[in-house]
């Protein structure tokens, strides 16, 4: 042990909102309460393989709070098992040794299922680590929410708000397609914050014939327009996922994208109304978070900050039935929390009228 903590902070992953946030509550905190010494890694897992490392003092994450992105840089290809900067080397053990050379005390790592997976690793190789949830997918287990999220439901309602007016003006079918990966948490928060009139999500498969029955019920109702709040990994009963590209080099190398597009070309056929379609993309996820988010990520950041000097290693930080907690990284890693069935977001929009394309 050195005579003062040290203690490092990367992000890892997609950037999010609330990054800079949760830096900035972990750092001063850590300097605040213990005294200690925080190093920050640049890009995520990629800083701490190639030694790129700074000593981030207070006034280095002063009037952070609001700022979007991450000031460390972050990489969702940097995975030290498998190490696309060597050829898919597993450079874990020069980690630990790194580490021990700069008498690091503990590492603080934010990110997303990829990230509480490696930390997962590292943690069994005997690294003192400490986990925060980051994503605007809120899909990780364990924590009932995940920084990020509230500000990428925030832009994706902003957007269909919107788009109802040209819906309504134009008497058309407006399809958004939202992130979320494989789960439809962004689709579904943001459909029920819009009244949108159908939420497709990947965990229910949707049927052509039952949206076509409800664009085609509201039309002969007098209200000549539909509003779908569609998640990037909805797809169609037996079909697939619409695949946007692959990115070899990652550790999870699909990107979807176009599932509008997919569904937009199986509705014109059957519709008299004309169709459009958005993908929001990157739009959710830039940008300064919301009140929420940012109060969270201070929360997470001076939980994470406690952990630490309690020597709680090995867990990530949690929102739990509105209280800060932790969960072992064994249960977090290699997992993905979806939209369950009964989940009572969806019994509140079916409650509304809401239609998730398929009968329920
Ligand atoms: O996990 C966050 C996320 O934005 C997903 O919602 C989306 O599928 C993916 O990342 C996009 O990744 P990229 O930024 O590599 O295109």
Same mark, same amino acid.
């Given at each position: 042990m050195s005579d *003062?903590?040290?203690v490092g902070v990367l992000t890892g992953g997609g950037d999010c909102p609330g990054l800079n946030a949760v830096i900035r509550a972990v750092t001063k905190s850590l300097i605040l309460r213990?005294?200690?010494e925080v190093i920050g890694f640049e890009d995520g897992f990629e800083g701490l393989i190639e030694h790129r490392a700074r000593t981030l003092s207070y006034r280095d994450v002063s009037g952070l709070l609001t700022v979007g992105g991450t000031i460390l840089g972050t990489s969702n290809k940097a995975n030290p098992f498998d190490y696309f900067g060597r050829d898919g080397a597993d450079v874990s053990d020069?980690?630990?040794d790194y580490v021990r050379e700069i008498?690091?005390?503990a590492l603080v790592a934010i990110g997303g299922d990829g990230?509480? *997976?490696i930390c997962h690793g590292l943690q069994e190789k005997g690294l003192n680590v400490v986990g925060v949830p980051k994503t605007i997918d809120n899909d990780?287990?364990?924590?009932?929410?995940?920084?990020g999220f509230d500000t990428a439901v925030t832009i994706a309602t902003e957007a269909l708000d919107r788009l109802h007016s040209t819906a309504q003006s134009h008497h058309r079918v407006m399809i958004l397609e939202t992130m979320g990966r494989y789960a439809g948490w962004i689709a579904l928060y943001a459909g029920i914050a819009s009244g949108s009139d159908v939420v497709l999500i990947p965990e229910f498969e949707y049927d052509v014939d039952e949206i076509v029955r409800v664009c085609r019920k509201r039309e002969q109702g007098g209200q000549r327009f539909t509003i779908i709040a569609m998640a990037?990994?909805?797809?169609?009963i037996g079909g697939e996922m619409a695949v946007l590209k692959v990115v070899e080099d990652s550790p999870d190398p699909i990107r979807l994208?176009?599932?509008c597009h997919v569904l937009g070309r199986a509705l014109e056929h059957h519709l008299d109304s004309e169709i459009r379609t958005t993908i929001l993309g990157h739009v959710q996820r830039g940008g300064t978070p919301t009140p929420y988010d940012r109060i969270l990520s201070t929360a997470f950041g001076e939980a994470a900050a406690r952990c630490v000097a309690d020597q709680n290693y090995g867990v990530m930080v949690a929102l739990q039935n509105s209280q800060m907690a932790t969960i072992p990284l064994e249960e977090v890693a290699h997992k993905t929390r979806t939209v369950p069935k009964d989940h009572e977001m969806v019994r509140a929009a079916l409650s509304v009228g809401t239609s998730f394309g398929v009968p329920m």
């Open positions: *003062s903590l040290r213990d005294g200690a020069e980690i630990l008498k690091l005390d990230t509480m *997976s990780l287990v364990g924590t009932d929410r995940t920084f990037e990994g909805a797809k169609p994208g176009g599932a």
